[in-house]
């Protein structure tokens, strides 16, 4: 009987590793998403038309479509406007949450003053950084749209920011005073840097 019970399990087994081989095999392989970066249309484009990022710089993205004169010089314009006003809305939004945070952080009792000079110090800043700004990559797609990246340095957005909240706090000097300690620190820089990252 022991015979007979050992040539039944040795058969179930055999029979299970059977199954288990054949089906392992019908297991279909797993399909690889292509995430690269692609336009509307589903054109392969620059990694940096769909992230925008480059190191030690903040920047955006501009596009156009081609115009009726297909003029790809007013093309290029158009998207260097679009480029540069996105640019100056994430400086300006940016600062703004950085000096508001150091507000918070600091108990300023001043606010309506402290608000108006963290929205003077914002625009001064966009302004005076979208001077230097400039386009630092140009893509075409095969519809002819223009894709330009648009940047400028962190180090000209820091030495920006400098002047216009020295600007902007020159009459508020215990304020202005706390910044500059607060800044010393190094915080400012480190969160100009995270938004070389963003």
């Given at each position: 009987?022991?015979?007979?019970?050992l040539?039944i399990?040795g058969?179930?087994?055999?029979a299970?590793l059977?199954?288990?081989?054949?089906?392992?095999?019908?297991?279909?392989?797993?399909?690889?998403?292509?995430?690269?970066?692609r336009?509307?249309?589903?054109?392969?484009?620059?990694?940096?038309?769909?992230n925008?990022?480059?190191?030690?710089?903040?920047?955006?993205?501009?596009?156009?479509?081609?115009?009726?004169?297909?003029?790809?010089?007013?093309?290029?314009?158009e998207?260097?406007?679009?480029g540069?006003?996105?640019?100056?809305?994430?400086?300006?939004i940016?600062?703004s949450?950085m000096?508001?945070?150091?507000?918070?952080?600091t108990?300023?009792g001043?606010?309506a003053?402290?608000?108006k000079?963290?929205s003077?110090?914002?625009?001064?800043?966009?302004?005076?950084t979208?001077?230097?700004s400039?386009g630092?990559?140009?893509?075409?797609?095969?519809?002819g749209?223009?894709y330009?990246?648009?940047g400028?340095?962190?180090?000209t957005?820091?030495?920006a920011?400098?002047?216009?909240?020295?600007?902007?706090?020159?009459?508020?000097?215990?304020l202005?005073?706390?910044?500059?300690?607060?800044k010393?620190?190094?915080?400012?820089?480190?969160e100009?840097?995270k938004?070389?990252?963003?």
């Amino acid at each position: 009987m022991n015979k007979n019970m050992l040539k039944i399990v040795g058969l179930s087994l055999a029979a299970t590793l059977l199954m288990v081989g054949c089906a392992s095999s019908s297991v279909a392989p797993e399909e690889k998403v292509d995430d690269r970066c692609r336009t509307a249309s589903g054109q392969l484009a620059p990694e940096w038309t769909c992230n925008p990022y480059m190191e030690g710089a903040i920047v955006a993205l501009g596009q156009a479509k081609p115009n009726a004169g297909n003029d790809r010089s007013f093309q290029r314009a158009e998207a260097m406007a679009e480029g540069r006003d996105t640019l100056a809305q994430q400086i300006s939004i940016k600062v703004s949450n950085m000096i508001k945070s150091y507000k918070g952080a600091t108990g300023s009792g001043k606010d309506a003053t402290f608000d108006k000079s963290v929205s003077k110090v914002s625009k001064q800043l966009a302004s005076q950084t979208l001077q230097g700004s400039r386009g630092i990559k140009t893509w075409y797609d095969k519809g002819g749209e223009v894709y330009i990246l648009v940047g400028v340095p962190t180090d000209t957005v820091k030495g920006a920011l400098d002047k216009a909240i020295k600007t902007s706090y020159k009459n508020d000097q215990a304020l202005y005073q706390q910044f500059l300690a607060h800044k010393a620190q190094g915080d400012l820089e480190r969160e100009l840097e995270k938004a070389n990252m963003e």
